[in-house]
């Protein structure tokens, strides 16, 4: 039985395909019930996931049939490029192509998405240590280590925060162009740093920082790497690159442009910068961690602190110091630059993670920050609010780290106690790896397939043109009800790609508060006449949504001289019809 085994185990073709059934597994039993529930259910709360799904459904739908009008989104009428409120996510939208061609269901296929971006994570980073560490087995723990860490299981209501599994494909390529001078290699780079930069902004700029300082890392320690057609090469393809990404950029940077509110304040990343003890703190989601270091977020300040929780996990921590400790000792070549390298990544993103203030036990130290630098000088870092998502590359370090340590330990049991004792082994620390970063059984969120959206939305996809129009009521921006009310109807969008001048995002433009001002009395001639002006054809009113005495002073002011008229009712939902002229 042994000896069948080892065959099996040395066939490279079945050892590869089981390690990706056991990374696709993995991804879908990390991410439970999504998979299972996922077709009419979103990770809890439902509010970014569902904007998510109609992110993807936006892209898929605007790129088949107007590509250059693709930030022009449907949402927050009539302002121009409303796609760049956040990610636009283009990448994933394609990959989610023929998941909606089969399903047609645009939140089964971004739990689909979710699910993949897990194993991409861990495909990656396999892929990347396997090459340096010459192990399949230090792969498969880099692997495990990198997708599951805390930090990215923190983040499973955010479709975009999932997708990294593009920058240890980066790195791979990055590593093999320095060692085999092959102009593919930084081809492949350079193609991977664009599929990250394309599918989230916020990684793109981290995985800059990132081939940053593996190049200043390389200089100081591989010098004679340097070569003028290596740099030539490298410079092409990455300026390539750049040519590709600027099209996805130009609506973000005249959006700024325009509007110089679309960007985050110092204050702002100020509030979510990590506290020194944020290293300790792992997400509720973590099974073990999660209620352990729950209470020590009661010592910090309230500080955004779904962010700010990023404990690496224990096992990754400790194999990673154990393996740096090692290569700093005994590695040679390609590995002594390796732990240089990711030892500095691990360093350097620790100290971005502080942001622009440091924070230790929640007091504050006013101090110049390496953040400083990026926020102040650098394009793109000011529509970055969050600091600890640095972490990223902290989790990769780790996770690489961690493969050589696991390498050299099992090298050194082979040789002492034998084959068996060294798989026991390798066994048992896989066991430790998947319990120190369990997740609990994921929180979901019913939400109504597209057969049980509210017939309004049905009406309303009959209508010629672009039929621009507003939902009542208003709440205040980021209030609860605000975040139940503007996903759901960002979501309900997707049915009839109608203008719509509600919407959800990262940003909110000026005339959402504009009209949150004109309807504080609603209903009103002042109400009516602010939507008018705009543009808007049709007011969609969801009494459900209203008390009673708003409800009855709706029913008293419905008269015919007021401007607008009664179209079409639904149940609790009521079309009014705003008619031109004063």
């Given at each position: 039985?042994?000896?069948?085994?080892?065959?099996?185990?040395?066939?490279?073709?079945?050892?590869?395909?089981?390690?990706?059934?056991?990374?696709?597994?993995?991804?879908?039993f990390?991410?439970?019930?999504?998979?299972?529930?996922?077709?009419?259910?979103?990770?809890?709360?439902?509010?970014?996931?569902?904007?998510?799904a109609?992110?993807?459904?936006?892209?898929?739908?605007?790129?088949?049939?107007?590509?250059?009008?693709?930030?022009?989104?449907?949402?927050?009428?009539?302002?121009?490029?409303?796609?760049?409120?956040?990610d636009?996510?283009?990448?994933?939208?394609?990959?989610?192509?023929?998941?909606?061609?089969?399903?047609?269901?645009?939140?089964?296929?971004?739990?689909?998405?979710?699910?993949?971006?897990?194993?991409?994570?861990?495909?990656?980073?396999?892929?990347?240590?396997?090459?340096?560490?010459?192990?399949?087995?230090?792969?498969?723990?880099?692997?495990?280590?990198?997708?599951?860490?805390?930090y990215?299981?923190?983040?499973?209501?955010?479709?975009?925060?999932?997708?990294?599994?593009?920058?240890?494909?980066?790195?791979?390529?990055?590593?093999?162009?320095?060692?085999?001078?092959?102009?593919?290699?930084?081809?492949?780079?350079?193609?991977?740093?664009?599929?990250?930069?394309?599918?989230?902004?916020?990684?793109?700029?981290?995985?800059?920082?990132?081939?940053?300082?593996?190049?200043?890392v390389?200089?100081?320690?591989?010098?004679?790497?340097?070569?003028?057609?290596?740099?030539?090469?490298?410079?092409v393809?990455?300026?390539?690159?750049?040519?590709?990404?600027?099209?996805?950029?130009?609506?973000?940077?005249?959006?700024?442009?325009?509007?110089?509110?679309?960007?985050?304040?110092?204050?702002?990343?100020?509030?979510y910068?990590?506290?020194?003890?944020?290293?300790?703190?792992?997400p509720?989601?973590?099974?073990?961690?999660?209620?352990?270091?729950?209470?020590?977020?009661?010592?910090?300040?309230?500080?955004?602190?779904?962010?700010?929780?990023?404990?690496?996990?224990?096992?990754p921590?400790?194999?990673?110091?154990?393996?740096?400790?090692?290569?700093?000792?005994?590695?040679?070549?390609?590995?002594?630059?390796?732990?240089?390298?990711?030892?500095?990544?691990?360093?350097?993103?620790?100290?971005?993670?502080l942001?622009?203030?440091?924070?230790?036990?929640?007091?504050?130290?006013?101090?110049?920050?390496?953040?400083?630098?990026?926020?102040?000088?650098?394009?793109?870092?000011?529509?970055?609010r969050?600091?600890?998502?640095f972490?990223?590359?902290?989790?990769?370090?780790?996770?690489?780290?961690?493969?050589?340590?696991?390498?050299?330990?099992?090298?050194?049991?082979?040789?002492?106690?034998?084959?068996?004792?060294?798989?026991?082994?390798?066994?048992?620390?896989?066991g430790?790896?998947?319990?120190?970063l369990?997740?609990i059984?994921?929180?979901?969120?019913?939400?109504?397939?597209?057969?049980?959206?509210?017939?309004?939305?049905?009406?309303?996809?009959?209508?010629?043109?672009?039929?621009?129009?507003?939902?009542?009521?208003?709440?205040?921006?980021?209030?609860?009800?605000?975040?139940?009310?503007?996903?759901?109807?960002?979501?309900?969008?997707?049915?009839?790609?109608?203008?719509?001048?509600?919407?959800?995002?990262s940003?909110?433009?000026?005339?959402?508060?504009?009209?949150?001002?004109?309807?504080?009395d609603?209903?009103?001639?002042?109400?009516?006449?602010?939507?008018?002006?705009?543009?808007?054809?049709?007011?969609?009113?969801?009494?459900?949504?209203?008390?009673?005495?708003?409800?009855?002073?709706?029913?008293?002011w419905?008269?015919?001289?007021?401007?607008?008229?009664?179209?079409?009712?639904?149940?609790?939902?009521?079309?009014?019809?705003?008619?031109?002229?004063?």
């Open positions: 039985m042994l000896k069948k085994l080892r065959s099996i185990v040395k066939n490279r073709t079945v050892l590869v395909l089981l390690i990706i059934i056991l990374f696709l597994l993995l991804a879908m990390f991410t439970r019930p999504v998979l299972t529930r996922g077709g009419s259910a979103t990770v809890a709360p439902y509010y970014d996931p569902l904007i998510q109609w992110t993807l459904s936006w892209d898929i739908h605007e790129l088949a049939r107007a590509p250059l009008n693709l930030f022009n989104a449907n949402i927050f009428f009539p302002n121009h490029y409303t796609l760049a409120y956040s636009h996510q283009v990448v994933n939208a394609l990959l989610a192509v023929p998941l909606m061609a089969i399903n047609h269901n645009p939140i089964r296929s971004q739990n689909c998405l979710l699910i993949f971006q897990f194993f991409l994570c861990s495909l990656g980073a396999y892929l990347l240590t396997a090459h340096l560490t010459k192990s399949r087995l230090a792969g498969v723990v880099a692997g495990i280590a990198y997708a599951y860490a805390p990215k299981l923190g983040h499973l209501v955010h479709l975009n925060l999932s997708t990294a599994g593009y920058i240890p494909l980066c790195f791979l390529f990055l590593h093999r162009y320095c060692e085999e001078r092959k102009a593919r290699d930084a081809v492949l780079c350079a193609l991977f740093f664009t599929l990250q930069t394309l599918s989230t902004w916020h990684y793109g700029l981290i995985l800059s920082v990132g081939l940053f300082v593996f190049l200043v390389r200089l100081i320690w591989k010098r004679d790497t340097f070569r003028l057609k290596w740099m030539v090469v490298l410079f393809a990455f300026a390539c690159a750049m040519l590709a990404v600027l099209p996805f950029a130009i609506p973000y940077f005249k959006l700024r442009g325009e509007n110089p509110q679309f960007q985050f304040t110092a204050k702002d990343v100020e509030y910068s990590a506290d020194v003890q944020d290293f300790l703190v792992a509720t989601q973590n099974l073990l961690w999660g209620k352990i270091t729950g209470g020590l977020e009661k010592n910090t300040w309230s500080r955004g602190y779904g962010e700010r929780a990023i404990f690496p996990g224990l096992i921590l400790v194999l990673g110091i154990f393996g740096a400790v090692y290569l700093f000792r005994k590695g040679r070549g390609e590995d002594r630059f390796a732990v240089w390298f990711y030892a500095s990544m691990t360093v350097v993103s620790a100290l971005l993670c942001g622009t203030t440091v924070f230790i036990f929640g007091h504050r130290f006013s101090m110049p920050m390496p953040y400083d630098v990026l926020f102040r000088f650098f394009p793109g870092f000011k529509a970055m969050v600091p600890p998502r972490s990223i590359l902290i989790a990769l370090s780790l996770a690489v780290l961690s493969g050589y340590a696991v390498k050299q330990l099992v090298s050194w049991l082979r040789s002492k106690r034998g084959a068996v004792v060294s798989t026991a082994a390798a066994v048992v620390v896989l430790l790896l998947a319990a120190d369990m997740s059984s994921v929180p979901m969120s019913r939400v109504p397939p597209r057969n049980e959206f509210p017939p309004v939305y049905s009406w309303l996809k009959k209508q010629g043109g672009e039929a621009p129009t507003a939902e009542l009521p208003l709440q205040f921006v980021y209030s609860p009800t605000w975040f139940k009310q503007e996903s759901m109807r960002s979501y309900y969008s997707t049915l009839h790609w109608k203008k719509i001048f509600n919407g959800y995002s940003f909110m433009p000026a005339s959402y508060y504009d009209g949150i001002k004109a309807c504080e609603f209903p009103s001639e002042k109400c009516v006449e602010f939507f008018r002006d705009l543009g808007i054809k049709y007011l969609i009113v969801h009494e459900g949504e209203l008390d009673r005495a708003t409800i009855d002073r709706l029913r008293a419905e008269q015919p001289d007021r401007g607008v008229r009664v179209l079409k009712k639904f149940g609790s939902d009521t079309v009014y019809l705003i008619e031109k002229g004063p």
